[in-house]
């Protein structure tokens, strides 16, 4: 044992092949670019809600980005940039998909890993090496990309534009083109895996709804994402190797470029096409973790297990086709400003059709309030909130006045960032014992819970009535207009909200190193789930069962079913998937 | 125990014969969303107006007859590994090589031919039309690369006798990755011909 | 020095928050209870905050519309802006109440069926006439937004016929500034490009274009007659630049190689917006709504809404090219 020592090591921790502690390298790098985010967001809401005050933390943490503890205007973008491109990106893609799809996954389809763990092995490292230029895109002359996450050319494509379109934008582009790789590899294999994989019995209609969020995301990701590497190679080209295809017509830093020809609309096509997939590979994992953690907690079936899944599909599919709403300003044909407004609108009703579903769950039941059942009702709230405000924004005539204020920002933050982040949140205080084998703290959860909904609340919402005052998004300051001088303390009470935010999220930080290393142990079934992640045992090894893989008779959500007599079929009120079928007994939610 | 049964190479070599062809499979459907964008990203630019037509190189077009032909000759290969005939897989795969690195010459020339016509893939001479005629055919190379490197991997096998009349999904994965190279070539050659050229 | 007492206070509460975790943690233990289950106290006390919260949700969104209801933009100065606004009315009446209902059932149902160990859950999985209803509802409330919406986009969104009377005015976009040239007597703009910028011609306006003779440049103001539709057309000379007008509710990108278009028709001058928000300040202003550069923030133009008679006037002092 001890002469191999370092290459056991090497081989359990760091070059794993193992899903599970894959898992966990994606959840632990999530989170740490997560926190930089965080961090980076704190940084900036403190030049917004007291615009030209120098603050001694800015000066420590900024170093030459400020003048006298002010932050310059330029890198406020720097910093609005890396933050939008962390945290959809780094923390809510490759943190949240990466952590859980890798997790739960082969767990609850009862398979011994994934189709090929050397590809989960590599989509991790190329994870992990485009973080770490991403972060090291922060410190090269003329900082980090600062053209906003949309990186929309010309503004991305010229240093004399703005200096982080130098060597910052290329690093941008190098992390995110490893970051693309990385996110198809995973992809590739947890399709397969799920495909082709599943124990015995466990068809796809007896799949944790889970494992459909995470399989539609998967595909969404392997037809999105390629996309936007060719757009990403386009620009490379144009930005270091004198093409054309986005340029055309510049006239800058007092001279003609020679670019002609070009279109930055075709940028903005290609990265769309990719972008609001995007929003749904970020928001299919959260509802996924949150039906499975709504459904166990309230001790009840999840409602319309089939119109879940039906639903997930059609906001997959409509994904797709209505990219063209981010573009409705740019000229565009109005009639297919017009076709572009039908099918945003349409997602609205598969997204009904899930909140109801959520509520329909909830009705009767009896739920334990653990941390995970208040971040997923925390989830449905923010996903009703933000999604509402969609049908504004959806519509190209109103889209027109509130296009890119802060009622953007209000609206994408609550619907996708808060939503997804919960959803991550939810996933990790559920399946805590999973990963690390002990229980995490409820009452610190709770506390977490609680001051990050109301905080999230408090700076986001108040975004809407900016918006509709007309304050637009990206502005380094507001004091060069006499018409936002009222809006001063708006903006300041929200900076005081995010500021509660970032300090509620240290209660989490702490929870979760303390519980990794000195929380109780956990049992093996702690939540009286039916899934088969429960069957295996607490301690991990590579291969999750002893023995044989165990069978599935059953759906996953049979809870508090109850025979003729109002009994608990097996005087339990869960029946895991591995219990055989009764006589009388039906499969699938039947009585 | 369980944690043998994950090591052992019974197990992993299962789990290869199982997924490699779903894996390549969805791999395919990336390449084409990657291809479909660049495609796409001509149709959407050149929705402007007026350009300036570029005459399609004739070595594309004797490239396209080559990688057509070492589809057949490669396919060959597996009908003779199925019949256990060594002798002539090696002969295919061998062929297929060098029709490959053939396909990369004409296209080499195809590019000398534009070049020498006046047509550069970057700068201020460049139009936008002759940088995605490059770009999209290297894009295309670049693939093929990966193709070529699979072949030799495949030449390796077949000379060891790795394959069999049961076995020889690793032959089937490469010809299958083989056979989407041409589909795709044939489909670009097209496109271009009838979009820039 | 202020961040080292900061940094040492917070490693002083790790410590002891860490040290109180283990000290429960032993009690708990000593009395054979699971920490990490809840006591059926604290789930009650959960499902009570959640309600409680919707409350404080609703009392902070109330609060909003009351103190800062008169923040949001005055009535729109447009013809187009009142159709508009009042699509943008009637979906909030739409989705207000929505959001409050569903949000209330949420909190309410977790507040009414916290935990019970008498209790059973119902075993309710599917009832497909609910879902039916809940499909098929949205879906009306959808067809008539959309159709609102798509009129109105319609109208928006058509030029106006170069027959028709109407002020033509190329605005220009560039780091980090506007410039609006009016098309003059002819109502026909020069054409122009920008490799023809040179000088005091900054945004490249061919000279030679006889179109381009009665043109009419202006930097940091320009003037709209008051109830004459305009016809706008973007221009940019660097990156994307919006051309954001929000008391008229119009915005429209303005993108390098691209020309973009866009009309209103002004119905209130200046003075009637002062007189209307009771501030003697007002004033309408045009500004960049892409991110475009460092300055992004301060890149704007007055817009000053008068009388014909008054346009007039101003327009001839205008400079030529």
Same mark, same amino acid.
């Given at each position: 044992m001890s002469t191999h020592h370092t290459k056991d090591f090497l081989f359990t921790?760091?070059?794993?092949?193992?899903?599970?502690?894959?898992?966990?390298?994606?959840?632990?790098?999530?989170?740490?670019?997560?926190?930089?985010?965080?961090?980076?967001?704190?940084?900036?809401?403190?030049?917004?809600?007291?615009?030209?005050?120098?603050?001694?933390?800015?000066e420590l943490l900024m170093g030459s980005w400020q003048e006298d503890g002010v932050m310059a205007p330029d890198k406020y973008l720097s910093l609005v940039t890396m933050h939008g491109t962390i945290m959809v990106f780094f923390l809510l893609t490759a943190g949240l998909s990466g952590t859980f799809s890798n997790l739960l996954i082969p767990l609850q389809i009862g398979a011994r890993d994934m189709a090929s763990g050397f590809m989960n092995m590599l989509s991790y490292w190329f994870f992990f090496i485009s973080s770490v230029i991403m972060l090291c895109s922060l410190f090269v002359e003329g900082g980090a990309a600062s053209a906003g996450w949309t990186i929309y050319p010309p503004l991305s494509a010229l240093p004399q534009a703005i200096p982080g379109s130098g060597a910052g934008m290329t690093l941008w582009l190098i992390a995110m083109s490893i970051f693309i790789v990385s996110s198809l590899i995973g992809s590739l294999n947890y399709i397969v895996t799920v495909l082709n994989m599943r124990t015995k019995g466990m068809s796809m209609t007896r799949l944790p709804l889970t494992i459909w969020a995470f399989f539609l995301t998967a595909i969404l990701g392997v037809l999105s994402f390629p996309v936007l590497l060719s757009a990403a190679l386009l620009l490379t080209f144009d930005r270091s190797f004198g093409t054309?295809?986005?340029?055309?017509?510049?006239?800058?830093?007092?001279?003609?470029?020679?670019?002609?020809?070009?279109?930055?609309?075709?940028?903005?096509?290609?990265?769309?096409?990719?972008?609001?997939?995007?929003?749904?590979?970020?928001? /299919?994992?959260? /509802?996924?973790?949150?039906?499975?953690?709504?459904?166990? +907690?309230?001790?009840?079936?999840?409602?319309?297990?089939?119109?879940?899944?039906?639903?997930?599909?059609?906001?997959?599919?409509?994904?797709?086709?209505?990219?063209?709403?981010?573009?409705?300003?740019?000229?565009?044909?109005?009639? /297919?400003?017009?076709?572009?407004?039908?099918?945003?609108?349409?997602?609205?009703?598969?997204?009904a059709v899930k909140v109801f579903n959520y509520l329909t769950t909830l009705w009767k039941g009896n739920i334990k309030f653990t941390p995970a059942t208040l971040f997923s009702i925390g989830l449905v709230s923010t996903f009703i909130t933000g999604g509402v405000t969609g049908l504004v924004l959806g519509n190209s005539a109103l889209d027109i006045n509130v296009h890119d204020t802060y009622f953007v920002i209000g609206h994408f933050h609550i619907v996708m960032g808060l939503s997804a982040i919960f959803?991550?949140?939810?996933?990790?205080?559920?399946?805590?014992?999973?990963?690390?084998?002990?229980?995490?703290?409820?009452?610190?959860?709770?506390?977490?819970?609680?001051?990050?909904?109301?905080?999230?609340?408090?700076?986001?919402?108040?975004?809407?009535?900016?918006?509709?005052?007309?304050?637009?998004?990206?502005?380094?300051?507001?004091?060069?207009?006499?018409?936002?001088?009222? +809006?001063?303390?708006?903006?300041?009470?929200?900076?005081?909200?995010?500021?509660?935010a970032m300090i509620g999220q240290l209660v989490f930080f702490f929870n979760f190193v303390y519980s990794a290393f000195r929380g109780p142990k956990a049992p093996m079934n702690p939540w009286k789930s039916n899934t088969l992640e429960w069957t295996t045992p607490v301690e991990h090894f590579h291969g999750n069962w002893y023995g044989d893989i165990p069978t599935v008779h059953r759906w996953p959500y049979d809870y508090s079913k109850v025979d003729a007599n109002g009994e608990f079929v097996y005087g339990e009120d869960f029946i895991p998937q591995t219990t055989p079928l009764g006589d009388n007994e039906k499969d699938g939610g039947e009585h | 125990m369980a944690t043998i049964v994950s090591n052992n190479s019974h197990y992993k070599d299962e789990l290869k014969r199982k997924n490699s062809k779903p894996l390549l499979w969805i791999a395919l459907v990336s390449i084409v969303m990657f291809f479909g964008g660049m495609t796409s990203a001509v149709i959407v630019s050149q929705g402007g107006g007026s350009f300036i037509p570029i005459p399609m190189p004739i070595g594309f077009t004797i490239s396209t007859y080559i990688i057509i032909v070492s589809s057949f000759v490669f396919h060959f290969g597996l009908i003779a590994i199925k019949k256990e005939n060594y002798g002539l897989a090696k002969i295919s795969v061998v062929l297929t090589l060098i029709l490959g690195l053939s396909f990369v010459f004409t296209q080499y020339m195809g590019w000398v031919t534009l070049h020498d016509n006046g047509f550069y893939l970057t700068g201020k001479e460049s139009t936008q039309e002759s940088s995605f005629l490059y770009l999209i055919t290297g894009l295309h190379i670049a693939h093929l690369i990966g193709g070529l490197i699979s072949l030799i991997v495949v030449l390796v096998k077949t000379v060891k006798k790795r394959y069999n009349s049961d076995d020889s999904v690793g032959y089937q994965v490469s010809l299958t990755y083989w056979h989407f190279l041409g589909g795709l070539w044939v489909y670009l050659f097209f496109f271009l011909r009838y979009s820039i050229a | 020095m202020m961040t080292i007492i900061v940094v040492i206070a917070a490693i002083l509460v790790v410590i002891t928050a860490s040290q109180l975790l283990k000290l429960a943690e032993l009690r708990a233990k000593s009395k054979g209870e699971l920490i990490y289950e809840l006591t059926q106290e604290e789930n009650k006390a959960q499902g009570a905050m959640l309600l409680l919260f919707f409350f404080v949700f609703m009392g902070f969104f109330a609060w909003q519309i009351f103190a800062w209801g008169d923040r949001l933009l005055p009535v729109s100065a447009s013809e187009h802006g009142v159709a508009t606004d009042f699509l943008m009315a009637l979906t909030f009446w739409v989705i207000t109440p929505v959001f409050i209902l569903t949000n209330g059932l949420l909190f309410f149902f977790s507040y009414k069926y916290s935990y019970d160990p008498k209790r059973k859950a119902l075993f309710f999985s599917h009832s497909n006439k609910l879902?039916?209803?809940?499909?098929?509802?949205?879906?009306?409330?959808?067809?008539?937004?959309?159709?609102?919406?798509?009129?109105?986009?319609?109208?928006?969104?058509?030029?106006?016929?170069?027959?028709?009377?109407?002020?033509?005015?190329e605005l220009t976009g560039q780091q980090f500034n506007w410039t609006a040239r009016y098309a003059g007597a002819d109502k026909k703009l020069g054409r122009s490009h920008v490799t023809l910028i040179g000088?005091?011609?900054?945004?490249?306006?061919?000279?030679?274009?006889?179109?381009?003779?009665?043109?009419?440049?202006?930097?940091?103001?320009?003037?709209?007659?008051?109830?004459?539709?305009?016809?706008?057309?973007?221009?940019?000379?660097?990156?994307?630049?919006?051309?954001?007008?929000?008391?008229?509710?119009?915005?429209?990108?303005?993108?390098?190689?691209?020309?973009?278009?866009?009309?209103?028709?002004?119905?209130?001058?200046?003075?009637?917006?002062?007189?209307?928000?009771?501030?003697?300040?007002?004033?309408?202003?045009?500004?960049?709504?892409?991110?475009?550069?460092?300055?992004?923030?301060?890149?704007?133009?007055?817009?000053?809404?008068?009388?014909?008679?008054?346009?007039?006037?101003?327009?001839?002092?205008?400079?030529?090219?």
């Open positions: 921790y760091i070059f794993s092949t193992d899903h599970k502690m894959i898992s966990k390298q994606f959840l632990i790098t999530g989170f740490l670019m997560g926190f930089v985010g965080l961090i980076m967001s704190t940084l900036f809401r403190l030049q917004l809600g007291w615009p030209g005050e120098s603050f001694e933390v800015v054309s295809f986005f340029l055309s017509d510049i006239y800058i830093g007092g001279q003609v470029l020679d670019h002609t020809g070009g279109s930055p609309i075709l940028f903005e096509h290609l990265f769309w096409f990719l972008g609001h997939p995007e929003v749904y590979i970020v928001l /299919l994992p959260a /509802l996924g973790i949150t039906s499975e953690v709504i459904s166990t +907690m309230t001790r009840k079936p999840i409602f319309g297990y089939r119109a879940m899944i039906g639903s997930m599909m059609a906001i997959s599919f409509l994904s797709f086709i209505v990219w063209g709403h981010h573009m409705f300003l740019t000229g565009m044909n109005p009639f /297919l400003g017009s076709v572009f407004t039908f099918t945003t609108l349409l997602i609205a009703i598969p997204s959803g991550m949140f939810a996933g990790v205080y559920h399946w805590f014992p999973k990963l690390f084998g002990r229980m995490i703290n409820n009452k610190l959860g709770s506390l977490h819970f609680w001051i990050t909904i109301v905080s999230s609340y408090g700076v986001f919402f108040p975004m809407h009535f900016l918006g509709l005052a007309g304050v637009p998004r990206r502005y380094y300051t507001f004091s060069e207009f006499p018409m936002f001088e009222n +809006m001063v303390d708006i903006n300041e009470l929200i900076s005081v909200f995010a500021i509660a | - | 879902e039916m209803i809940w499909t098929i509802a949205p879906s009306l409330v959808l067809t008539v937004l959309i159709l609102m919406g798509l009129s109105s986009w319609n109208q928006i969104t058509t030029p106006i016929a170069e027959e028709a009377e109407h002020v033509l005015i000088g005091v011609n900054g945004t490249g306006v061919d000279t030679n274009d006889v179109n381009s003779k009665d043109d009419k440049l202006a930097k940091g103001e320009f003037h709209l007659p008051v109830g004459v539709p305009v016809q706008f057309v973007f221009r940019s000379l660097d990156v994307i630049h919006s051309a954001y007008f929000p008391h008229f509710r119009s915005q429209m990108n303005c993108v390098p190689g691209v020309v973009t278009q866009f009309n209103f028709v002004p119905t209130k001058t200046t003075k009637e917006m002062k007189a209307l928000t009771n501030n003697e300040d007002f004033n309408y202003i045009l500004l960049c709504n892409k991110i475009c550069g460092a300055a992004h923030y301060n890149m704007q133009m007055d817009i000053i809404v008068e009388s014909q008679q008054d346009y007039d006037n101003w327009l001839a002092e205008q400079k030529g090219i």
